[in-house]
């Protein structure tokens, strides 16, 4: 394999532009194909760009590309979630007890942004807007376009064609479709779906809430979170039935019964969103769902990454930097594979990174349940108030579940999801049997979680879990 062979990218999102960058540095030619306008010259959010929690394992993959200080000046700190109750009281709920460890608030498109414009700096790569893939002929390395501009269509080749295209991605369509090869593919639907509202900042420019958290006003069947915004406002998602409840997506068709729904179940929230009913039937309801598929690439010449390989639901606040750590290990598999061919490379690739991007995925279905209902119950307050303990008292010898995926990034989902599982399994035990409560002697509590817990992951091994 050649240093200056010719890549082409579908999708100058964050995974495609990021992707592009840190190819550009190792030397190949880029060309990047994008559908959308260029987010630099035109606001294409649309009301569905649902804020990012940037966080170790994106934070890696910046100091990869030599951006890790650039990124820091976009991000805003959220050491905890905040929980709102129906009665309008709040407590914030801490990430980690160790005090350097917290997610941040990032906007989705100043950083791409960001990442284009670091891209465009080398001569090496060129990036092209308002030109759609419709179709990628995998055994020829050719994609087919659409140019928004002239209405034309045209074909572009390639040494070997990477698709980060999201969601919908035309590789992946044309994998399934072509049925030249075994493609496995599932695509599972929440039967939530999801808003974009916001909090507008106060006449001065301030947060009209606490700035440095998560907010989530947890109900049981749906929630309510808020992201915190560099200008002073809060970008605002509501996750609810479409179907289900006496409120749902279906029902709230007028804007008296939208502000019933918010006065009955979020009324603090109400008092600082005099915009929510502008802002409810001008914003699109989206679907949330799950896409996992196999294999990630055909022969030598084409590959699936990031959301086009494996989309996830956004409650654990890892599918931008799932798809940064993509980019890592890609670059890692390029590090250990000189001198040889793409489909040694992009074997290697997927054998090493599926596993964990089937785990996040699964670990972010599990935190929709715990963050739109457990988060209030009391026995996962008491959990947290354990784990918080364990981690600020022996910072070295104990990380939760949320810190083992949020900030251990050099383990990876997969581990992190089984040991973490099973600790939340321990401690749960414990708690509900009486054998401990958070006044509990911290050595004696940790000697328990540890023996439990290894118990649990000797047990799942016997039984065939992982």
Request: glycine share 6%; proline share 3%.
């Amino acid at each position: 394999m050649k240093q200056k062979e010719n890549i082409l990218i579908i999708g100058a999102g964050l995974c495609g532009s990021l992707l592009a960058l840190r190819l550009a540095q190792r030397g190949y030619f880029v060309n990047i194909y994008e559908m959308r306008p260029d987010l630099r010259k035109t606001d294409i959010s649309a009301g569905r760009s649902i804020n990012l929690a940037f966080s170790d394992r994106g934070n890696k993959t910046m100091k990869l590309v030599g951006l890790e200080n650039k990124v820091k000046s976009l991000c805003i700190p959220m050491h905890g979630r905040m929980i709102h109750t129906k009665e309008g009281e709040t407590f914030l709920s801490n990430y980690s007890g160790r005090e350097h460890e917290y997610i941040n608030s990032v906007s989705r498109g100043e950083l791409n942004a960001l990442l284009l414009t670091e891209a465009e700096k080398h001569e090496n790569v060129n990036i092209y807007f308002n030109r759609k893939c419709k179709s990628v002929d995998f055994e020829n390395t050719t994609a087919l376009f659409k140019d928004y501009e002239n209405k034309t269509e045209f074909v572009e080749d390639a040494d070997c064609i990477i698709a980060t295209d999201g969601a919908g991605s035309a590789l992946r369509k044309s994998y399934y479709l072509g049925k030249k090869f075994l493609f496995s593919f599932s695509q599972n639907y929440l039967t939530h779906g999801y808003k974009e509202l916001s909090i507008l900042p106060t006449e001065t420019g301030d947060y009209k809430t606490y700035k440095n958290a998560l907010h989530i006003w947890p109900r049981g069947d749906f929630m309510l979170i808020a992201l915190p915004n560099l200008d002073g406002s809060f970008t605002v998602t509501l996750f609810l039935s479409y179907t289900e409840g006496k409120y749902n997506f279906n029902n709230l068709t007028t804007p008296e019964i939208v502000t019933e729904f918010f006065k009955n179940e979020f009324p603090d929230a109400l008092q600082i969103m005099p915009n929510l009913v502008e802002d409810f039937f001008k914003n699109p309801t989206a679907a949330l769902g799950t896409i996992k598929c196999s294999p990630w690439h055909y022969k030598g010449n084409t590959l699936l990454m990031g959301d086009a390989a494996h989309a996830i639901v956004p409650f654990y606040g890892q599918g931008m930097n799932a798809s940064f750590e993509d980019v890592v290990e890609f670059d890692s598999v390029l590090n250990q594979n000189k001198n040889v061919d793409w489909q040694t490379i992009f074997s290697a690739y997927e054998k090493i990174r599926k596993k964990d991007t089937d785990a996040i995925a699964d670990l972010a279905l599990d935190n929709f349940n715990e963050m739109r209902d457990h988060v209030g119950q009391v026995i996962f307050q008491e959990k947290r108030k354990i784990e918080m303990a364990l981690e600020k008292e022996f910072p070295e010898d104990y990380a939760s579940k949320y810190s083992l995926v949020t900030f251990n990034e050099n383990i990876g989902y997969k581990e992190a999801m089984l040991k973490g599982r099973a600790q939340d399994k321990a401690i749960l035990n414990l708690l509900s049997n009486h054998v401990i409560d958070v006044d509990s002697d911290l050595n004696t509590v940790l000697k328990l979680v540890k023996e439990k817990t290894n118990a649990i992951l000797n047990n799942d091994k016997i039984t065939g879990l992982h």
